[in-house]
């Protein structure tokens, strides 16, 4: 293992850490399956309809998922950044067509792994069980309620200012129309929005 790759897996030990604490067994049963490898910007990682097979952990660089309609009208669902799991958690779930794509939208590298053969390496150890919980109860339960009532409750410009204090540096690194695509507002209104700061 080289320098490169035991920065990303100590990356990934701390993700992992910071729910609930792993064993390094445990998490050695989970290095076995991953694989570390560059994305290209461009590259589409898991595409609308093809049920998604492997569950990412971005090292570096963005992911996103985002749908078109029949109109051609992207709509963008999440941003995925270095620290952070991406894929269609509902397709691998439930073995079904994904009901939208994920593209890497800033090259970097991942990790990947099975999604079935991870969660079974999740259920044979009471340590990564403890911290699976964990998960699934802050990112989506506590975050996805979060972003709920931001769309229910906040205007344009409240949802903007929510969406810096958890993405501070993104404006400068994606294009505008995806973080307008984001906050269900159009580019104008991002712009107007932007000026008026």
């Known amino acids: 293992m080289n ?11 701390d993700y992992i850490n910071s729910f609930s604490p792993v064993s390094q067994e445990s998490l050695e049963q989970l ?19 093809q049920v998604a097979r492997n569950i990412l952990f971005v090292c ?31 397709s691998m779930l439930k073995s ?10 800033e090259a970097g590298k991942i990790i990947e ?14 340590d990564l069980k403890s911290y699976y919980i964990k998960h699934i109860e802050q990112n989506w339960i506590v975050e996805n309620e979060k972003r709920q ?3 229910a409750a906040q205007d ?18 994606v294009p505008q129309w995806q973080i307008a695509s984001y906050l269900g507002i159009t580019p104008t209104q991002l712009s107007r929005i932007r000026r008026d700061l």
């Open 149 to 151: 009532i931001s769309f």
């Open 3 to 13: 320098y490169i790759e035991e920065k990303y897996i100590e990356l990934y030990s």
């Open 96 to 105: 079904l067509p994904s009901h939208f794509g994920v593209e890497c939208i």
């Open 60 to 90: 570096e660089g963005i992911l996103i998922s985002q749908w078109m309609d029949d109109k051609a009208n992207v709509y963008v669902k999440n941003f995925f950044l270095k620290g952070f799991y991406a894929g269609s958690t509902v």
């Open 113 to 126: 792994m099975d999604y079935h053969k991870y969660k079974e390496v999740i259920f044979k150890n009471e």
């Open 156 to 173: 344009a410009k409240e949802r903007y200012f929510t969406f810096l204090d958890e993405y501070p540096d993104l404006p400068d690194r």
């Open 31 to 49: 290095l076995s399956l991953m694989k570390i490898r560059d994305v290209d910007k461009g590259e589409t990682l898991v595409f609308k309809g």
